[in-house]
């Protein structure tokens, strides 16, 4: 894997309650059961921008995330292995299932473990 080549948006709760037009609580639901992923970041909880499309949570991101659990990652392991490119993908994890290759991802990341 090499190092992401530009730095992603990324947004913070009030953000995304703001940009999903959830409350607080519903928006951290949706880290707590996986249709986002959220890590500290200067000791502030934030999501990339690219997990979310029209609106909502990448749908293909949630099993992806399972995956990579199942496998042993960490929240921050996961995270950069979605940000990174990954040399089989040729582009980062994350863009790859936003261009509709889901199951090439999660072939991908299960080779992992």
Do not use: C
Not at 35 to 53: E, G, K, M, W
Not at 84 to 101: F, N
């Amino acid at each position: 894997m090499s190092d992401v080549s530009t730095e992603p948006e990324w947004l913070t709760i009030p953000a995304l309650v703001n940009l999903l037009g959830m409350s607080q609580s519903r928006v951290r639901h949706l880290i707590d059961d996986k249709y986002l992923l959220a890590i500290r970041r200067d000791n502030v909880v934030s999501v990339p921008a690219l997990f979310l499309r029209d609106g909502a949570p990448v749908p293909e991101l949630r099993g992806t995330l399972f995956v990579l659990a199942d496998d042993g990652f960490t929240d921050m392991q996961a995270m950069t292995w979605l940000l990174e490119v990954d040399d089989s993908l040729g582009v980062p994890p994350i863009q790859a299932l936003r261009a509709g290759r889901k199951a090439e991802v999660r072939r991908v990341a299960q080779a992992l473990a």
